[in-house]
Each structure stands twice: as C-alpha cells, then as structure tokens.
C-alpha cells in the first residue's frame, strides 16, 4: 500500500517563484505558510498579467459588437472554453458554460433540468458529507416540487458507505448529487462507481468537482457524470468565475435558467426563442478577463502535471498525518491518507477551532477554521467545528512542519 513518503517530482523552487503573494511576511516576520487552498488558491503571475493584459489592451464585451476590441475579446474568451473543454476531455465545446462558480452551476441545474424534471414523491439523493452548495440547492427544488431528500451515510472512518447505495438508489431516483472529493475530509470518492449504479436506474448525476478539478485530471466522459461544476479560483484562476460541464444531449433539453442578453435568438413583445448552446446558459455580460484568464491557469497545470500534483499533496498529507500523530489530544479527521487527498481537518480536545487558528495565524500559518459549509456532516462527527490545512503544488515539507510546530505550540499555550 502506498504511503506517498517519497520525494516530490515538483520543482518546488521554481514553482514558488510563480506566486508573488507566497514571499511577503507579516509583522512578527513569519514568512507567509499558506494552508487554506481548499477555500482559495493562489495564482501565479501568467494569470495576474493576463487579467492586467485583458483590461488593459483587450478588454470589451463579447460576442455583440462589431469593433476590433470585441473581436478580440470574443476571440480570447472562445480559446478559453476551447481550452476548458480539452482539460476535461469533453466531447463538445458546447458541454462548458461559464458561470460565476461551483454554487451558480449547481443551481443552474437545480433551478433548470429540476424544475423541468422533478415532481411529487420524486427522490434526490445526496450524501452526509456534501457541500452546503451540494445541499441547499436541492432543498430548494425539494420545497418547490414536493421531491424528497436522501443521502447516502458515511463510515466511521469518513468514507462513503456505498452498501446502502442499492437500497437508496430505485426507480423514484431522478438525481444523485456528490462531491468528488470532501472539502473537510478529504475522501476521494468513486465518482465512477455511483455514477454507474445512478445511471442504472436511471437517475441523473451531478458531481460537485471544486475540490477535484484542480488537483486530479478529470476525464467527464470516463467519469460518465451528467453534469460537473466547479470553481476557477480554486485551481490557479481568477475568483467569480466558474465552469459547468453538461452533457449536450441534456442541455439542449434543459430550458433557460436566467433571462437577459446573449441568451436569446429571437425575442418579441410575448415570446422568445433561446440562442443555441452554450449562449443559451450565459445570459448578461459574462466574466469575460476572468474567463479569458483560465486559460494560462490550466495550461500552468498541465505543464506541471495533474498526477505529480496530486502525489506531492498526498505526500504532504502523509507528513503531516505523521508529525500531527503525537499531538495529546489531537484528532484527525477522515480516513487514512492512501483515500484521501491534500487534506488534513483536526480538532483537539478542549480547544476551541477557532482559537487553535487564531494563534496559529499569529505565526504565519493560514488555516480554515469553522464548520466549512458543512454543517450536516460536524454534526454527523459530533463536533461544531474543525482546523483544516489543505496543501497545494505549492506548499513544501517545511511548511508541513511550521505547521505541526505551531500547532504544538497552541496545545502547550492554552494548557
């Protein structure tokens, strides 16, 4: 069994050089150790030159003016959703609409494909370790359709019990929701695995990939997944921009979610027709410098490499799992680190979250603390919130063990 205790294959020197906000200090000079990338990565210099770029020589509205700038423009944001739809090995560019995150693609579907789709005594099923992007949403539809929420349990070691999914999956099923990988726990999911058992009663998938996309490589069409959303600012890109991927046979069914501009053919006093797809989902003026800048974003990972970034956060993972063992009363949470990805959540007994981060952060160490949009799955565990260091291509060994000094060092502090 692999324990991903070897060395990285990044060069970790120079990939450090690529992000500027990674060598300031704060005010007790504690140079910046920066463990909160399942919140928000940060970017390196090819995406903050390309939005400067944008703005100042490219930047107009796209797809409706006849002007040079516009061309341009239109041009750059279309190379964009080119280079969107190779990373995902999508079979159209059609399958990638743009949108303002992973929360604004679930609700797209939620608000489009269910309200078409669900009725009365209709079940979506979800599970205990969702997202509450991955939850809410299909509570509303649920309320406004008279559908039923399931879920399927986890384990005591936090992974998805998929022995109930026989009995949770039947023919009332119409949608399965999951997160490829837990924002808290770090569990890596088998996408592929409910997917199939989903389709078999044939019930809709849609896959929360915020935390996936950008540290595994994604194939949709081998994941076989109906829809996939996530965010840009979690993988090197710009904030308020995100991508939904949909299978184009569905979309095409799917009516309109938002009304407004570019998103219509034709439209008179009492009717309208839709524009064709992907327009049809990307109503108003879209965020043009910040989709245009997902384009160097991915090309950094894919000069990189999807599966070396993976390895060198699982190793990290690994570390700090063995220099956090020793903690007195420390727990980490999830299953072990061969299951999981570059996440690490914790509690220790009788201290609080959010003073363990306080402190921590008084030492340059920036963590997440709280219930992480979780809220259903700490109370699942029993506890009201977490810290969780989530590693990314950039992060090192040295920084794994700032972290486990602090940490440490707050257990003695607060007695």
């Given amino acids: 069994m692999a324990t991903f205790d070897v060395e990285s294959q990044l060069d970790l020197e120079r990939i450090r050089a690529d992000f500027p906000i990674l060598h300031q200090v704060d005010d007790e000079n504690n140079l910046l150790v920066y463990l909160d990338n399942g919140a928000s990565s940060q970017r390196p210099k090819s995406v903050i030159d390309c939005l400067t770029d944008v703005y100042q020589r490219y930047y107009a509205n796209v797809h409706r003016g ?4 516009s061309g341009e423009s239109t041009d750059l944001f279309e190379v964009a959703r080119k280079a969107t739809q190779r990373f995902l090995n999508a079979a159209s560019e059609n399958e990638v609409i743009f949108t303002s995150g992973t929360t604004m693609g679930i609700n797209l579907v939620a608000r489009s494909w269910g309200d078409a789709n669900l009725q009365t005594g209709d079940e979506i099923l979800l599970t205990e370790m969702e997202h509450h992007s991955n939850l809410v949403p299909w509570h509303q539809l649920a309320q406004r359709t008279g559908a039923v929420i399931k879920a399927i349990p986890i384990t005591e070691d936090g992974q998805l019990d998929l022995d109930f999914l026989p009995k949770l999956l039947t023919e009332r099923t119409k949608m399965v929701a999951l997160a490829a990988v837990s924002n808290v726990l770090g569990t890596i999911n088998p996408v592929g695995r409910v997917v199939e058992a989903a389709h078999a009663v044939g019930a809709k998938v849609l896959v929360d990939a915020a935390q996936a996309v950008p540290h595994e490589a994604i194939d949709v069409q081998r994941w076989d997944a109906d829809f996939v959303a996530f965010s840009g600012h979690k993988m090197l890109g710009p904030s308020g921009v995100g991508v939904l991927y949909g299978k184009e046979s569905i979309l095409d069914e799917m009516p309109p979610f938002l009304g407004g501009g570019s998103m219509i053919d034709i439209v008179e006093i009492d009717r309208f027709t839709p524009a064709m797809l992907p327009a049809k989902f990307e109503a108003g003026t879209p965020p043009i410098a910040d989709a245009i800048a997902m384009t160097p974003a991915i090309e950094y990972l894919e000069k990189v490499g999807l599966s070396a970034i993976l390895q060198h956060e699982q190793s990290l993972a690994a570390y700090a799992h063995q220099l956090l063992a020793d903690v007195p009363g420390l727990r980490i949470l999830g299953p072990d680190v061969t299951k999981k990805a570059g996440i690490v959540s914790f509690v220790i007994d009788g201290l609080a979250a959010s003073d363990i ?10 963590v997440r603390e709280g219930h992480h949009c979780t809220l259903p799955l700490h109370k699942k565990l029993g506890i009201s919130a977490s810290v969780r260091a989530s590693f990314y291509l950039y992060n090192t060994r040295e ?17």
């Fill in 66 to 69: 006849a002007h040079r700038l």
């Fill in 357 to 366: 981060a306080t402190f921590l952060d008084g030492r340059g160490v920036a």
């Fill in 399 to 415: 920084e794994v063990e700032k972290l486990a000094d602090a940490v440490r060092t707050s257990v003695d502090f607060f007695g």
